[in-house]
């Protein structure tokens, strides 16, 4: 997920630099001596609705099961120079609400559901400087499938048999 998002942020965002995005989360991992970068995050994952079970590979002995999740993704925009980071939010909240991120998506297996508004997040770096910050969150879903093995039988015996007449009850039951 978070590659595909790296991806659609590196053909559309202007000025994205490829060595300026980062994954956001990490442990160890100081802020960039950059002032300007881009770091793209997991903000959240939700499970919609239920599973879906494939049992028609049942008799290799698999069974699918499919769960539809949605991942929030942010991208937070970081510039010394406002205009560049609001530049960069601004085109990808915009595509992100039209046709373009559907289709770019689309090729990945992942639906593009829509953009949260823009927030502005401005902060001081590690140097007291004070950086821009503009971030997107998208909201995309796809399918995710698990695999296990499943017992099944390739052959039933059946023995049909009066139970009244084999299996009596017992006096005073």
């Known amino acids: 997920m978070l590659n595909a998002v790296y991806d659609f942020v590196m053909e559309y965002a202007p000025n994205a630099v490829a060595d ?3 994954r956001g989360w990490q442990n160890r991992m100081a802020l ?13 994952t939700l499970r919609i609705g ?3 079970s494939d049992y028609s590979q049942g008799s290799n002995g698999i069974m699918t099961t499919k769960t539809l999740r949605e991942y929030v993704i942010d991208i937070d925009f970081c510039n ?3 205009e560049i980071a609001q530049e960069q939010a601004v085109t990808i909240e915009t595509l992100s609400r039209s046709y373009i991120a ?3 998506f689309k090729q990945q297996d992942i639906s593009m559901n829509y ?4 927030e502005y997040l401005p902060y001081t770096d590690e140097q007291d400087q004070y950086l821009h910050r503009y971030r997107v969150s998208l909201h995309l879903t796809r399918w995710e499938e698990v695999t296990t ?3 099944f039988a390739t052959q039933v015996k059946l023995r049909v048999e009066n139970i009244d007449a084999h299996h009596k009850p017992l006096k005073g039951e």
Do not use: C, L, R
Request: no cysteine; aromatic share 12%.
């Open 149 to 151: 093995t499943q017992d």
């Open 102 to 104: 559907v289709e770019f």
């Open 80 to 82: 010394i120079n406002q």
């Open 32 to 44: 960039p001596q950059t002032q300007n970068f881009i770091v793209i995050s997991v903000q959240d």
């Open 20 to 22: 300026n995005i980062f």
């Open 115 to 118: 953009a949260d508004d823009i």
């Open 50 to 52: 239920t599973n879906f």
